[in-house]
């Protein structure tokens, strides 16, 4: 089962670029990394995924080392409003299935002023 | 604005009510995910449909019943509940439901939040 690791917490302050790294060290060969983003009683929300190198999109930046048991979210620029809850998400459930998401308890990312 | 309604956004039921959630997603998805939030807990799959077939059931206990009419719309049937039960519930859609490689974005609504007394 692929399971994920990521800080409990960050803080950060406006305007700083953010990185948030997830360790996911037993990742199967057809796992893909895929990061949402929850804010207080709202659902989570997609933001990107990815299976090796980096992957860039409007929101962010995914860096994927060679050996994929890590990744690495990014934000640029933070603003008060990416306060929210990341979750790293790999792969499957251990069956196989990668329409499963399985979430951990996310990193909570506080961003100051 | 994600295009996944669900109804009501607030309930209160005591244990021996009947109530049911409602979720509506209009993005023309063929897969419908229910979900469990629980304070301080991370998100718990309940059941997938994929084209209004259950295909994931997630040792839930039968107090939560589902149902998939269409592709469109998803219920969660609520009978006898424990306060245990008092969580933020969450529907979810995507475009598919695919087995291996990527997963498909899923498209959360805003839940309901459910308190048992």
């Known amino acids: 089962l692929a399971k994920t690791t990521q800080p409990v917490s960050m803080d950060s302050y406006e305007g700083q670029e953010v990185n948030i790294t997830c360790s996911h060290n037993?990742?199967?060969?057809?796992?893909?990394i895929t990061w949402y983003q929850q804010f207080p009683s709202q659902g989570p929300r997609f933001i990107i995924q990815?299976?090796?190198t980096k992957v860039t999109n409007e929101v962010a930046s995914l860096f994927i080392p060679a050996d994929r048991k890590s990744s690495t979210l990014s934000l640029p620029r933070v603003s008060l409003s990416d306060t929210a809850v990341y979750y790293c998400?790999?792969?499957?459930?251990?069956?196989?299935?990668?329409?499963?998401?399985?979430f951990g308890q996310g990193t909570t990312l506080q961003v100051k002023p | 604005e994600t295009g996944v309604t669900q109804t009501p956004r607030h309930l209160v039921m005591g244990m021996t009510n009947k109530k049911s959630l409602k979720c509506e997603q209009h993005l023309g998805h063929n897969a419908m995910y229910w979900y469990k939030q629980s304070a301080k807990k991370p998100l718990e799959l309940m059941f997938v449909y994929n084209f209004k077939e259950q295909t994931e059931n997630n040792s839930v206990p039968s107090r939560f019943s589902p149902e998939c009419p269409n592709s469109s719309h998803l219920f969660l049937h609520l009978h006898t509940l424990q306060p245990e039960d008092s969580a933020l519930y969450l529907c979810?859609?995507?475009?598919?439901?695919?087995?291996?490689?990527?997963?498909?974005?899923?498209?959360f609504g805003p839940g309901t939040r459910l308190t048992v007394t």
């Open positions: 037993n990742i199967a060969t057809n796992d893909y």
């Open positions: 990815g299976y090796k």
């Open positions: 979810a859609s995507s475009q598919d439901y695919r087995l291996t490689g990527a997963s498909y974005e899923q498209y």
């Open positions: 998400l790999v792969g499957d459930d251990g069956s196989g299935n990668t329409g499963k998401l399985i």
